[in-house]
């Protein structure tokens, strides 16, 4: 399949033919989630914690006598049952991350890649080059009309373009090896630069 061509300019800059086993994939939303969700419970912290009934600052003297109360038999005010106690079977610290084959990982990312080409949201440019300055890159992703977007580069950003683009409100830049599910799929648009794009391609192959 062919795609144009642009330049950042908005002028056009040729067709580029696309891979089919990329671009051409009849999404499914099942593969999406599974790869979206290994994501996102990798990056989970994983941190919380609550105290035990050890832990709690409390005596652990009886707080009343055994028998003759009229009331339940209790050892200590850290108890679970008392307001302040400790929490009983509460979180605690530990990975929420599990395990997904690097195959299923890579046919996430092509899936991710058909479902922006048949959204009609994916725009390939010949190069992310810049002069380093916001404003005039800000204006031309205005003139494009890109809101969200997404940019993959080759191997390296360019740095004046990485500079130029680090406050632009909705615009992100990621070399290949960054490349991933979550990120493609939040934005709307999902631009690919020519070397990006040959990177894309021997990574998923």
């Not at 005039?136 to 890109?146: M, P, R, T």
Request: glycine share 10%; net charge positive; hydrophobic share 40%.
């Amino acid at each position: 399949m062919k795609l144009d061509v642009i330049n950042l300019d908005g002028g056009n800059a040729g067709s580029i033919d696309l891979d089919e086993a990329l671009f051409g994939l009849e999404p499914r939303a099942d593969i999406l989630h599974r790869v979206v969700r290994w994501q996102r419970n990798n990056a989970q912290a994983g941190t919380h914690k609550v105290k035990t009934r050890r832990e709690v600052s409390y005596s652990t003297k009886k707080i009343y006598r055994q028998k003759g109360t009229g009331g339940a038999r209790h050892g200590a005010r850290s108890a679970p049952i008392f307001r302040g106690g400790g929490i009983y079977k509460g979180p605690t610290p530990r990975s929420h991350g599990h395990e997904l084959t690097k195959k299923f990982r890579k046919l996430g990312l092509r899936h991710a890649l058909s479902a922006k080409m048949k959204a009609g949201a994916l725009v390939i440019i010949d190069d992310a080059m810049s002069n380093g300055k916001t404003a005039a890159l800000a204006k031309q992703v205005k003139s494009l009309g890109w809101k969200r977007a997404l940019i993959i580069d080759g191997a390296t950003v360019n740095e004046n373009f990485l500079q130029a683009a680090r406050n632009i409100e909705g615009l992100d830049i990621l070399p290949t090896m960054g490349a991933n599910v979550y990120d493609i799929l939040k934005r709307d648009t999902l631009v690919i630069t020519k070397a990006g794009l040959e990177a894309l391609e021997a990574r998923l192959k």
